[in-house]
């Protein structure tokens, strides 16, 4: 599993790119990154895991602990496909934080909310 963070352009929305598998031993790599992003405060936060091809639940349970953490910083998830978006509505945690189908429409569902 790797990630990358980038500026959405967007005053204060950071992305986290997350690719490869996220399973019991790659999880904590994805708690810091996501970590790292949420001490800087960002107004908002997108975890896109389009490009993630296995979700285990110890990566669903750090979406989890993130989405409780993040305080005013507003997170959004992008996941599309059986790999991430089955497992994440199966388990009704598109119920918990946003649930987007492209990075497109995650920025523009943080660009229209404010602190």
Known sequence: MTTAVSDAGDEG????TVTGEVDLATAPALENAI?????SKPRGLVIDL???????????AVLVAAHQRAG???????????ATSRQLKMTSLDQVF???????????SLSGQQN
């Open 13 to 16: 929305v950071q992305v986290l």
């Open 98 to 108: 946003a649930l987007h189908t492209t990075l497109g429409e995650a920025l523009t």
């Open 50 to 60: 389009s490009e993630v091809g296995f979700l285990a639940s110890a990566g669903m």
């Open 72 to 82: 005013a910083t507003r997170i959004a998830v992008v996941a599309d496909g059986p």
């Open 35 to 39: 970590e790292s992003i949420l001490g």
